[in-house]
């Protein structure tokens, strides 16, 4: 960690923003794309395969965010959640449901407090709005009932080099949570360097934030095994700085079983197990719970069902 | 939560290892005239796989005139009918690649993952490169006309059997000539397989011959008056020997011997793809590697942290079964070799180096050696000088790139160098003062059949692989 441009402890905010982000360590992007492919060829089976399934699930931020949703549609998403396989109760619950503001109050009135709830926020996706706006839609959020917000990071000011916008942002958005998680959405799809993904971590971690989030699904590429695998480097060297352990959300674009049990191997041999639980994971999705509860049930029961024995949502 | 990954192993029901083999001359498996034979034993368990003639005199003899005999219509068959014997050889091994690769594995001791990825597709890779070759000759830059030399004398280790094996055959071949192989005594199988995969690709009868046995039976070969060409890949030590043999005798020789290489880590290095790229240098293959990246230096600046992250990363290979899919350090090959790691690490403990051990159960049978770093190491220690040929790696550190090309290059050997910086311009300057005949810049241990390889000094001389390769196997014409 080439950081010795920072003060020590990282509490404060480095004296030169742009001067710590750039003294941070450059990403090989070969070798990151190596390592993740050699990391992809793990051979995860029988009760280490029930594991992660049933650990996968547990971490679904299940997701709706479409411009089409309705309080039915949230309703339907929120039963999901929180009994996933209707036929099958020792399938634990997802982590969270992840919705617009404005939805936030039927989520809550369906869930209680059964999941959490988290709020896209910050005028998602693209983030194009004053600060005023971001932080009314941010405030809106939590005196609906959200406990988590999703914010997205003004990726203009990032790529024009002015991180104390960026920083500055992160840190109102952050007040205005109060005692809600703030995940904080990189965006990576839009700042394309493995360097920016580096730094925008560091820069997000240092603002304050509970979780780093790749993506928006709006945008792809959205998450991929390599920008995850640099998230987590970062969260790691926090904590060795630091002492505090901050949060992934990989998100947008993970399907699969085999795509998510692949995650939760970046995640063991990059930081850890301390990192395997939803309070420090987590899978932006909705498809993919289907796909988790299906090789659930092919392995209880030894064979493949289908579509029709999960419920859509 | 703990994500213990459950057991995984490729199923070893692929392969059929049969209890004895003879020797693989003009074209079939035949009886050694010695009589004498060996054991092969799979280094994870210690159980004994199969038992193979020890090719004697008259053996060698048997195997070097049935090439002779081969060559005469070998080397005068059109380069692009020789090609179609190679394509066919190629489609054949990544036919058979998943057999290849279990039996590779239970063999030597190395990790499925690498037999898998690795050593099979890159045997591939060689035909395939060499098939493409041998009817375009005359642009190797060796004339309008060059020729083959004749029968070659193929020496190889055991560390990648099955690809030393390609990277000697392939070429020979695509130039015309026709081979005596000897495997390693303690890693025949796989090309006793590949004798068969000639069988299949109908090779004609003598074009490969192969002869097992230990170093007696390698020096009745490469001393063999009936031999053009010696190709020998393993210690220096043996290379010398060799090189003494065939002095005065006309026959050609290229020598790939032993290593010492740096890995130079620059404080501006992308430093987690450095560690990765140290890791693979030196633990890739239970640190057999010839060019292994067996001494790290660090620059000073950042010794500290860097070493913390290689523990860290280190703490988490996987070392067991070679068969298991999740494994990622196998056995050392053999006991004698097992014995030599450990008395090498003894002398570092003796010479005051600070040794720390990776956090992992050894299996009770098989031979196993946990990956180990020295720190403390300077170039007067004999493990900074000596190659242990064995996942341990002596952590040296310089201060400026002057001293990092001092210490990298201030050894006998000279066969690869790493270097990590982001700076692209500290990459050329390096390189151009590396002696090694490898020089690898923010990556380690990759190897292409396009690319040559070969060493400087005490590493040895001629290369393999790409165009320079064929210079190796063919005899330059005038015009």
Redesign the interface.
Known sequence: ??TRSAPSGLDARPESLSRFLHGL????E???A??AAGLA?????????R??ID?AISMVDLTTLEGADTPGKVRAICAKAMRPDPTDDSVPRVAAVCVYGDLVAVARETVGDAVHIAAVATAFPSGRASLEVKLHDTRDAVAAGADEIDMVIDRGAFLAGDYDLVYDEIVAVKAACGTAHLKVILETGELRTLDNVRRASWLAMLAGADFIKTSTGKVSPAATPEVTLVML?AVRDFHVRTGRRIGVKAAGGIRTSKEAIRY??LV??TVG?AW??PDLFRFGASSLLNDLLLQRQRMASGHYSGPDYVTID | ????????PESASIVDIASSYGLFIGGEFVDATSGRSFKSVNPATEEVLADISEAGADDVDRAVRSARTAFESWGSLPGRERAKYLFRIARLVQERARELAVLETIDNGKPI?ESR?VDVPLVAAHFFYHAGWADKLEYAGLGRDPRPLGVAAQVIPWNFPLLMLAWKVAPALACGNTVVLKPAETTSLSALAFADICRQAELPAGVVNIVTGAGDTGRLLVEHPGVDKVAFTGSTEVGKAIQRAVAGTGKRLTLELGGKAANIVF????????I??VVNGIFFNQGHVCCAGSRLLLQES?AD?ALA?LKRRLS?LRLGDPLD??TDIGAINSLEQLERIRHLAGVGDDEGAERWTADCQLPAKGYWFAPTVFTGVTQAHRIAREEIFGPVLSVLTFRTPDEAVEKANNTPYGLSAGIWT?KGSRILWMADRMRAGVVWA??FNRFDPTSPFGGFKESGFGREGGLHGLAAYLEASDD
């Open positions: 960690m080439n360590p450059g990403v090989d070969v070798g990151v190596g390592r060829t793990r051979s995860i089976k029988q009760d280490s395969k594991w992660a650990t480097q939760l191997v063991n041999e197990d395997l639980t | 939560m703990t994500f213990e990954y459950a057991p995984a993952r990825d404080d501006d290095a992308p430093i987690d793809e450095a990765e790229g950042i942290e992250s988490t899919k999740n982001e923010n990556t």
